[in-house]
């Protein structure tokens, strides 16, 4: 089974609905922030870039309908699917209207639910296929494999998901911090060394397909640099 992850904001206030969702949405690859409070999602969202956003309409402090108008007006471009209760047509106008991209009326059944997910990314103006190309390096996206001058490896999750963010910013410096806000879930800060970890074995996995590009940059971060003789 392949892997087209996201990171994904899930606010609902209701944490018997937001943690078997929140779950399901984790088995199924996916990082996920899970916020029980409006005001709490509306700093998060300003901070962190998401693929996606899956926003309760009855929320405390800030309602998931203000979510979305805000969000929008922070000219954020990323799908974002509304949960609630309400199952009236005003309501549903109201939240397209609001830049909602689809509605599902709760209890939200999880496998509903994750086909419109699927659905949802294929339709983001983020999403870019199924593959992604730098130089003549691929990353195939449904199935966690590198292809180079005919030679495949299937990467392990985490240094997939780290090479797939390396990959939609090439020659970029991206940071620790970048890196840990893309590949770590909200209130789970990895180790003070898995991030140096996780990029010797990627820059190890690479190696084995004649790619030397995954830099060093003291001081600064790391960069996906295919300017580097290989």
């Known amino acids: 089974m392949g892997l087209e992850w996201m990171r994904i904001l899930l606010v609902e206030d209701d944490i018997n609905q937001r943690e078997p969702l929140q779950a399901a949405l984790s088995d199924a690859g996916h990082i996920v922030d899970g916020v029980g409070d409006g005001a709490i999602a509306q700093w998060i969202m300003s901070q962190r870039e998401y693929d996606l956003l899956i926003l309760d309409w009855l929320l405390p402090q800030v309602s ?3 979510l979305c108008c805000h969000y929008r007006h922070l000219g954020k471009m990323a799908p974002v699917l509304m949960l ?23 209890p939200a059944d999880v496998f509903e639910l994750l086909a419109r997910v699927r659905a949802l990314r294929r339709r983001s ?11 003549d390096l691929t990353l195939h996206l449904s199935t966690l494999t590198i292809e180079r001058n005919e030679e495949s490896l299937q990467l392990p999750i985490r240094e997939f998901q780290l090479l797939e963010y390396l990959m939609r910013h090439p ?24 991030i140096t970890a996780l990029v010797r074995r990627l820059r190890q996995r690479l190696q084995t397909v004649g790619v030397n590009w995954l830099e060093t940059v003291y001081g600064m971060g790391y960069r996906l640099n295919p300017d580097v003789q290989s």
């Open 125 to 135: 103006p983020l999403w870019k296929g199924d593959t992604l190309h730098v130089k």
């Open 64 to 66: 998931g309908l203000n």
């Open 171 to 194: 020659r970029q410096v991206l940071s620790r911090t970048q890196i840990e806000q893309a590949l770590w879930e909200w209130g789970s800060e990895p180790e003070s060394n898995a």
């Open 84 to 106: 609630t209760a309400k199952d009236a047509t005003a309501d549903k106008i109201s939240g397209l209207d609001a830049g909602a991209d689809d509605y599902l009326v709760k």
